[in-house]
């Protein structure tokens, strides 16, 4: 479509890439949690200290392990548990003191698949707009049935639907208010590719429009693919907060290890300017590169190798992953 | 305190059309059973008996039945109905939405009194099918009526909420409303009790209740119509202060 100069003008700088729904960092966070913690009567600390700003419009994935504490974190956003310390404001109002202005601007879909049964999909879904205190809109209720794929299913009970659709009838719900703020807690727990797919596609239009999403999920490659900024959480403790692009250039980073015949007691001067370190006890070099550089380095590296006269049997290369981040993070706070 | 009132009446429909879906459940089956004390009663053992304080004794026990019928049914609506969204988790949505206590106490006791009543009225046509009826102040007879509707609605409420299985919510119902009406004067005047008994009785708030709306439909009373309102009011503060401190100390809803 674009001849190649005009794809030259048109590649936006890396900056320009940021979708226009996020607000600049400067502006006030739509969620704004100080020092909450809770401990239920059980006497299990659930959450310590947590402190989380949730910008405006932006897709936030929250990452954790189970019993990690994500569950009740939304559960006190939402006004389902009771905070211990610290406080909570959603778009300026208090949770608290101001909550029937904090909740109506929020949508939750919890993980359980906890519905109704006898009622109609139309009803339930009706009923919780009309909880939110809105006026009954049924061109808006027919168009989240639509979107969700439901609207065939309208005056079906709900007991009769399969576990996927119940799911869909629970996002229709949360949806069925307009809200600003919506929570998706594990959406994709137990769901088939296909819904997977319809309520990605949901989320990404709900975004352009501006609603800010909060998801919480133990699949790292949801996060992958919706998230703008990812948190992780672990033992009741956020444990990272990080720019999805930042953690993706880490992620791009690829290591090759190259296994030597003999061993060596330092970097060979022939090959300084590579940055290589040694590994397995002086019989293993290691460079590390970045795939999405324009050269990896490597042919040169395995040149110089040659022509310093070292020899080598086996090459391994191996990329960390979000994963792997979250992996060592979770572990490191056994 | 109370300005969502698309809410309060969202649960309400909600609440009805529930009854509206076990019609037969809900208004045929006490109807039924309320019409089988008539005619036991009130046709086959009542022609035995004689007037009980000048009145006919198949006319008698028509305000104690509808009492009894209005108890256990407020009692059971209204547990139910809170019960078993947090049976089914779906009291997370009621929770995280921007309604206030009071709105949801108004929409599902509303919703439960309302059909308490409706079912009173019912049964009280259904008695006028088989025994003379007269109701001397139909005013104070629907005072009460509501009254005690809304009164065993909160407390039906608070047995909802209190109940970790539906064995407890059957409990309250059967070991402890049931025995309380029938020993509080239904079938008969608890002036027939030995003086010590109706000591006794006095302490039974059941009595309160179908003594004055007995007054309501023949003048006769166990005890003052002005008691009999009194402690009404005196049961429904105590069933509202229990659910202010429910809410306020998230008592079994929130953790």
């Known amino acids: 479509m674009f001849s190649p100069a005009d794809s030259t003008l048109a590649d936006p700088s890396p900056a320009d890439r940021t979708p226009p729904a996020v607000a600049p960092a400067a502006t006030a966070p739509v969620i704004a949690i100080a020092g909450l913690s809770k401990t239920y009567a059980s006497g299990f600390q659930a959450l310590k200290t947590i402190d989380l700003d949730i910008r405006r419009g932006e897709i936030f994935a929250l990452l954790g392990p189970n019993g990690a504490g994500k569950t009740t974190l939304i559960s006190i956003v939402c006004g389902i548990v009771r905070a211990s310390t610290g406080r909570v404001t959603v778009d300026g109002h208090d949770i608290l003191a101001d909550y029937r202005a904090a909740r109506e601007l929020i949508g939750l879909v919890p993980q359980e698949l906890t519905t109704d049964a006898f009622e109609s999909v139309w009803d339930t879904v009706s009923f919780s707009r009309g909880l939110f205190g809105k006026p009954k809109n049924p061109a808006h209720i027919e168009k989240v049935l639509r979107d969700l794929s439901l609207w065939e299913k309208k005056d079906s009970k709900i007991m009769t639907l399969s576990g996927g659709m119940k799911r869909r009838v629970l996002i229709a719900k949360a949806l069925s208010h307009e809200p600003r703020i919506l929570f998706l807690d594990e959406p994709t727990a137990g769901v088939d590719v296909e819904l997977r797919k319809d309520m990605w596609e949901v989320v990404r239009r709900l975004r352009a429009s501006g609603v800010t999403i909060i998801l919480t999920t133990h699949y790292i490659e949801e996060a992958e693919q919706m998230a703008d900024r990812i948190g992780v959480i672990n033992k009741g403790e956020i444990v990272l907060v990080e720019e999805k692009a930042t953690l993706m250039r880490e992620l791009g980073r690829k290591q090759l290890t190259i296994l030597l015949n003999g061993r060596v007691d330092a970097v060979p001067e022939a090959l300084a300017g590579y940055g290589l370190t040694l590994a397995r006890e002086g019989t293993a070099l290691v460079y590390t590169y970045d795939t999405q550089g324009e050269r990896t380095g490597i042919t040169g590296l395995l040149q110089d190798l040659a022509r310093a006269g070292i020899e080598f049997h086996d090459l391994q290369t191996t990329q960390s992953s979000l994963e792997d981040i979250f992996v060592d993070l979770v572990r490191q706070r056994r | ?255």
Request: charged content about 10%; proline content about 5%.
């Open chain 2, 1 to 255: 305190m109370i300005s969502n009132l698309r809410a309060v009446r969202a649960i309400y429909v909600f609440e009805m059309s529930r009854t509206g879906r076990t019609l037969l459940q809900s208004i045929v089956s006490p109807v039924l059973s309320t019409s089988l004390y008539f005619v036991v009663f009130g046709a086959a053992i009542g022609s035995r008996i004689s007037e009980i304080e000048g009145v006919p004794y198949g006319a008698f026990i028509v305000p104690g039945l509808i009492m009894l019928l209005l108890l256990t049914q407020s009692v059971a609506n209204a547990s139910f109905g809170i019960y078993f969204p947090r049976f089914t988790g779906t009291i997370y949505e009621i929770l995280s939405a921007p309604v206030s206590y009071g709105e949801i106490v108004l929409g599902y006791v509303g919703a439960a009194a309302t059909k308490s009543i409706v079912l009173g009225l019912i049964v009280l046509a259904t008695a006028g099918l088989f025994v003379p009826l007269q109701i001397a102040h139909p005013v104070w007879m629907l005072v009460f009526l509501v009254l005690t509707a809304v009164t065993f609605s909160l407390l039906g409420f608070i047995i909802g909420i209190w109940a970790d299985g539906f064995e407890k919510l059957q409990l309250v119902p059967l070991l402890v409303i049931t025995p309380l009406t029938f020993l509080g004067g239904t079938f008969y005047s608890i002036s027939v009790l030995p003086p010590a008994w109706q000591t006794v009785a006095l302490f039974n708030p059941v009595v309160y209740l179908i003594s004055g709306f007995r007054w309501a439909f023949f003048e006769t009373a166990d005890v003052h119509v002005g008691v009999s309102l009194g402690m009404t009011l005196v049961f429904l503060a105590a069933c509202l202060a229990t659910i202010a401190w429910i809410f306020r100390t998230g008592y079994r809803l929130k953790a």
